[in-house]
C-alpha cells in the first residue's frame, strides 16, 4: 500500500466482558489506511468489522473494550497520536473533524424530533467550525446541495421520516462531510437500499473523497461494493484478518478458501439460476476455543495441520498476504 499513510491498526485486540472474563472477539489485528485511498473490511456479519471500526473512535459497546494494540493516527505535521491512549474528551473533539462515521441504519442514527439542518448544522456549532448561525446555515445548505439533495433549501427544514432510504443515507453522508473529516468510516452504507440508489450511493462516496482528499474505511459484506468502490482490501472472518490484497489483485487471484467462498456467493447471470453458491456451515462462537485456524471447521481444502495450528500471514508479493496453511 502507499507509504503515506493516515491510519494503522497495530495489532489491535477488542474483548467483551462475559462471566466475569474477557473474551477477545477480534484478535491482532493489523491493518493501514493510506491518505486519500477507500479501503474495504469485507466479511460475513458477526466477523468483527464493526466492532473494529467503532474502537477507532470509542464508541463501542460498555461491555467491549480494546484490550490490546495501538491505533495510530499520523497527523499532517509528521507526528503520531495513540488513538487507544486518548481520553473521552480528547476523542470526542476528533469525531466529526478528523473522523467521521456513517452509521449502518440512517433511522435510528438521526434525531426523529430535530429537522434534519438543524443536526447537520449541530456539528458546526458543537465544533466551533463556524459560529455565526446564519453562515452555518448557508454551510449545511452547500453540503446538502454537494451530496445530491434535490431542494436543499426544502429539504433543510424536513424530517427524517419525510424522505426516502436514499435520502437519509445522503443526509448522514452530509452530516459526516461537513466537518471536513480526513478519514470516513462507512459501516455497511448501502444496505436495505435497491441496487439503483445503492450504485448512487457508492459514487457519491467516491466522489466526496475525490473531492475533499478524503480516506475512507467500507465496512460491507457484499463484494460487489469492494468491488465497485475500494482500492484495497481486508477479508476478516472470526476477528481475524484472513486476506489483504489490492482490490484487482483479490479479484482476479483470491487465495483463502473464504475469500474463495464469499467471491463464488455472489449470484450470476450465467449458470443455473436456481442454485446459488454458500459457504457450508455457519460462524461459530467466539467463546470457542480454536488451537488452530479460525475457518477450518467450514474448509474444504482444511489439511490435518489446519485443525493444531494457527497460520501466520503469508507474504504472496509486494501487497498481497494471506492466512492458510494449504496456500
Known amino acids: 500500500m502507499n507509504e503515506d499513510i493516515l491510519l494503522e491498526l497495530n495489532n489491535l485486540t477488542v474483548s467483551l466482558r462475559q462471566d466475569k472474563e474477557m473474551i477477545p472477539v477480534v484478535s491482532g489485528i493489523n491493518m493501514s489506511i493510506s491518505?486519500?485511498?477507500?479501503?474495504?473490511?469485507?466479511?460475513?456479519?458477526?466477523c468483527g468489522k464493526s466492532m473494529t471500526a467503532k474502537s477507532i473512535n470509542h464508541i463501542l459497546p460498555s461491555i467491549a473494550r480494546v484490550t490490546d494494540g495501538r491505533i495510530l493516527w499520523h497527523e499532517d505535521n509528521g507526528s503520531v497520536t495513540d488513538l487507544a491512549a486518548l481520553s473521552e474528551k480528547d476523542i470526542r473533539r476528533r469525531c466529526g473533524t478528523d473522523i467521521a462515521m456513517v452509521f449502518q441504519e440512517p433511522m435510528s442514527s438521526l434525531n426523529p424530533m430535530m429537522c434534519i439542518g438543524n443536526q447537520i448544522k449541530e456539528v458546526?456549532?458543537?465544533?466551533?467550525?463556524?459560529?455565526?448561525?446564519?453562515?452555518?446555515?448557508?454551510?449545511?445548505?452547500?453540503?446538502?446541495?454537494?451530496?445530491?439533495?434535490?431542494?436543499?433549501?426544502?429539504?433543510?427544514?424536513?424530517?427524517?421520516?419525510?424522505?426516502?432510504?436514499?435520502?437519509?443515507?445522503?443526509?448522514?453522508?452530509?452530516?459526516?462531510?461537513i466537518g471536513s473529516p480526513k478519514l470516513l468510516i462507512a459501516d455497511e452504507p448501502t444496505t436495505a437500499l435497491d441496487v439503483s440508489i445503492e450504485s448512487q450511493i457508492l459514487r457519491l462516496i467516491r466522489k466526496?473523497?475525490?473531492?475533499?482528499?478524503?480516506?475512507?474505511?467500507?465496512?460491507?459484506?457484499?463484494?460487489?461494493?469492494?468491488?465497485?468502490?475500494?482500492?484495497?482490501?481486508?477479508?476478516?472472518?472470526?476477528?481475524t484478518i484472513m486476506e489483504q490484497a489490492p482490490v484487482g489483485e483479490l479479484f482476479k487471484n483470491p487465495l483463502h478458501p473464504y475469500t474463495k467462498g464469499l467471491l463464488s456467493s455472489i449470484p450470476k447471470i450465467e449458470g443455473n439460476p436456481e442454485f446459488l453458491s454458500t459457504i457450508p456451515g455457519t460462524i461459530p462462537m467466539k467463546r470457542t476455543t480454536f488451537k488452530g485456524c479460525?475457518?477450518?471447521?467450514?474448509?474444504?481444502?482444511?489439511?490435518?495441520?489446519?485443525?493444531?495450528?494457527?497460520?501466520?500471514l503469508k507474504k504472496v508479493n509486494a501487497d498481497h498476504y494471506v492466512r492458510c496453511h494449504v496456500v
Open 124 to 177: 458546526l456549532m458543537i465544533h466551533k467550525l463556524e459560529r455565526d448561525p446564519v453562515k452555518a446555515r448557508q454551510k449545511v445548505i452547500q453540503m446538502l446541495a454537494d451530496v445530491g439533495i434535490p431542494e436543499p433549501e426544502l429539504r433543510y427544514r424536513s424530517f427524517p421520516h419525510e424522505l426516502s432510504g436514499g435520502m437519509r443515507q445522503r443526509i448522514m453522508i452530509a452530516m459526516a462531510m
Open 294 to 312: 479460525e475457518f477450518c471447521l467450514r474448509c474444504s481444502d482444511d489439511i490435518k495441520k489446519c485443525f493444531f495450528e494457527k497460520a501466520g
Open 35 to 46: 491518505r486519500r485511498k477507500i479501503v474495504g473490511l469485507v466479511g460475513e456479519s458477526g
Open 208 to 239: 466526496m473523497c475525490d473531492t475533499y482528499s478524503m480516506s475512507a474505511l467500507i465496512i460491507t459484506h457484499n463484494m460487489g461494493v469492494v468491488s465497485a468502490l475500494c482500492d484495497y482490501v481486508y477479508v476478516m472472518y472470526l476477528g
